[in-house]
């Protein structure tokens, strides 16, 4: 039968079931296959902590979000516009966030009354679909057998019911591919590859995925196919990519560019761990990957490494760096270069392992006893990440510093296109390791002839310190914990070196602002009178909540911060420019506290703590109502329906 073709500009899909059903592998092709298409694309991994959580239930319910679109999008969306539930529990879970008039595709094969009862359910919702007034009455509900056609489609391959039913997820992957015009070459490719040691498992898979997507051609159930078209991209060679690789890739390049061998020293911990994972596999590049027995171990290893002459990195989550803050003190006095990546999660303690957060940024920046002052930079995206890692390594090297690296869950697993940079892009990173030569400023000549390296006399311009790794001959030193006298780096207890010790190595990280860009400030109107300012994983919520906001006829300005210690020069000067500023933060205000100690500014919080990206609508929603009050605009004349509908172009 002939199929209607309808163009969309950009489609929200959810992938959902229990936490066996292979959700992630099947979003994540997904993904692969809009990349491979050309679309833009954000995606949202949500999966809970256990690593099997109990079956049919909520809490073991696991998902995938991929918004893909033919224009530049910026986040994974507020709202599903088609949700496919393997299960009961996946329904009810996930219902509350879909639109009115969202598509749902229901595996109707496990809504036994034993599931239904896992998931709270007291009546089955599929038997009241035709009910006006029933839980499902504003969507399009397609109620499918997809374990049982599954089962059907494999059993020339010999498999046990329970192993043929592990492919359903490939046969709703290959039913939503042909509903959206996903290219299928890549995705067979893949299973070919990931099972080509299990013959009948490769199969059936491939068989599942072929089954789904010729059901929707021939079946009678879906009568319109979606074309969502490529995206305008700027040239070059693109990949789809997560924030932990992106991340991996970026420390790697660093150690590239500066000539270093890298030392990773860590401790496994989510959602970090994949950082480990990756930087294992690149020993081509002069990468050592550490595994150690515990946060302490990892971090006093990457630190000996930098003494040593490496670039030491040490990877954890927000537990980790509270284990390692004494270490990272060390760091701090020995004046060493050091990345510390924290790649935050939901607190305190242990808290929410899977879930998103960014309520580090206090902790990074005082979490230590002393003065102890650490540069904190945090990437935007997924993709950002890379440069991110590449920045936090050029100021470790160049500023002798431990460097705080902030992503989070987000970031972590969610994906993008990335266009790779081609080498000659990336800064040259210069370690300057010190020499014995007797013409070096920090080689001090007595009237005797006899040469003293002097392991504190400091760079004029960046107050660094010279890096003298231990073997060289004229460059022995003392290093250590304890306080160090100005030039010579003896131990000093006496209080007005202290003092000057203390002040100087606060006067070093504030000079790294020295090196930083002017701030790009999004104000295409220049009249705005509310500035939105954020830092990390917000750009995307609050850009695309800025977005709509203008496209409801109001002025707003966005700008977003890379660097957190030191600030921007010009920050102060921007905030000082509006009539309001609006924090949005995953925390209870931790950037708006800095910004109204440092600059006296009434910055406004906007803040969520419930381990998920903050949604756009509800954002621009408050964007909206500050402007109008900025402006003077009467709340009756407000109206936000266009911001607050879906994502829209700049």
Request: hydrophobic share 40%.
């Amino acid at each position: 039968m002939s199929k209607q073709v309808k163009q969309l500009d950009r489609v929200i899909i959810r992938f959902a079931g229990d936490s066996g059903d292979g959700m992630q592998l099947t979003g994540d092709r997904f993904t692969q296959e809009s990349a491979a298409f050309g679309n833009d694309l954000v995606t949202l991994p949500n999966f809970p902590a256990e690593i099997r959580a109990p079956q049919g239930t909520i809490p073991g319910v696991s998902s995938f979000q991929v918004h893909f679109a033919d224009h530049d999008i910026l986040t994974p969306g507020d709202a599903p516009d088609v949700l496919v539930a393997m299960n009961p529990a996946a329904l009810k879970a996930n219902l509350a966030d879909l639109p009115k008039g969202a598509t749902i595709i229901v595996d109707t094969h496990d809504f036994s009354k034993r599931n239904l009862d896992k998931a709270g359910y007291a009546e089955n919702p599929l038997d009241a679909i035709g009910d006006t007034a029933g839980p499902l009455a504003d969507y399009a509900v397609h109620t499918l057998d997809l374990t049982g056609m599954t089962v059907e489609a494999v059993k020339e391959f010999g498999l046990s019911r329970k192993d043929a039913a592990r492919a359903k997820n490939m046969f709703a992957l290959g039913l939503l591919s042909w509903m959206y015009g996903r290219p299928t070459d890549t995705t067979e490719a893949f299973l070919a590859r990931r099972f080509a040691k299990v013959p009948a498992i490769r199969d059936a898979n491939i068989t599942a995925f072929k089954a789904g997507w010729n059901f929707g051609e021939t079946t009678e159930t879906f009568v319109v196919r979606y074309e969502v078209k490529p995206a305008a991209m700027s040239p070059g060679t693109y990949r789809n990519i997560t924030g932990n690789l992106a991340l991996a890739w970026g420390l790697v390049a660093g150690g590239v560019q500066s000539g270093l061998p890298v030392f990773l020293g860590t401790y496994p911990i989510t959602p970090a761990s994949d950082i480990l994972h990756e930087l294992s596999k690149h020993k081509g590049f002069g990468v050592t990957t550490f595994q150690a027995e515990d946060e302490i171990a990892g971090i006093g290893a990457a630190i000996g490494a930098s003494f040593g002459g490496a670039l030491g990195v040490t990877s954890t989550s927000g537990p980790g760096v509270a284990l390692k803050s004494e270490s990272i003190g060390l760091a701090v006095m020995t004046e060493l270069p050091l990345v510390i990546v924290d790649v935050q999660r939901g607190g305190p303690s242990t808290g929410l392992p899977t879930k998103t957060e960014q309520a580090d940024l206090l902790q990074a920046m005082f979490g230590r006893n002393g003065e102890a002052p650490v540069p904190v930079v945090a990437p935007q995206s997924p993709g950002d990440c890379f440069d991110a890692a590449v920045e936090a390594t050029r100021i470790a090297v160049t500023y002798r510093t431990p460097v705080f690296l902030l992503s989070d869950g987000y970031l972590a697993n969610g994906s993008e296109p990335w266009r790779i940079p081609e080498v000659a892009e990336l800064p040259v990173i210069d370690p300057a390791f010190a020499t014995a030569d007797a013409d070096q400023p920090y080689i001090n000549e007595a009237a005797d002839g006899s040469l003293t390296f002097e392991p504190y006399r400091r760079d004029p311009e960046t107050l660094a310190r010279p890096w003298a790794p231990p073997g060289v001959a004229g460059l022995e030193h003392r290093i250590g914990g304890l306080e160090k006298a100005d030039i010579t780096g003896n131990i000093s207890y006496d209080p007005a070196n202290h003092d000057f010790m203390v002040r100087t190595r606060q006067a070093k990280i504030d000079r790294i602002a020295d090196s930083l860009p002017p701030l790009q400030v999004d104000d295409p109107s220049g009249q705005a009178k509310v500035l939105v300012i954020g830092w990390g994983s917000t750009y995307g919520p609050i850009g695309a909540a800025c977005r709509r906001v203008r496209r409801a006829g109001f002025d707003v300005a966005q700008v977003h911060l890379r660097h957190l210690n030191p600030f921007p020069k010009d920050l102060g000067e921007v905030l000082q420019g509006y009539d309001k500023v609006l924090v949005p933060e995953m925390n209870l205000g931790q950037l708006s506290l800095l910004l109204r100690g440092k600059y006296l500014v009434d910055a406004l919080g906007y803040n969520q703590v419930n381990g998920m990206p903050i949604k756009a609508a509800e954002l621009a929603e408050a964007i909206g109502h500050l402007v109008a009050e900025a402006e003077g605009i009467p709340a009756d004349q407000l109206d936000l329906s266009v911001a607050t509908s879906q994502e829209v172009h700049q």
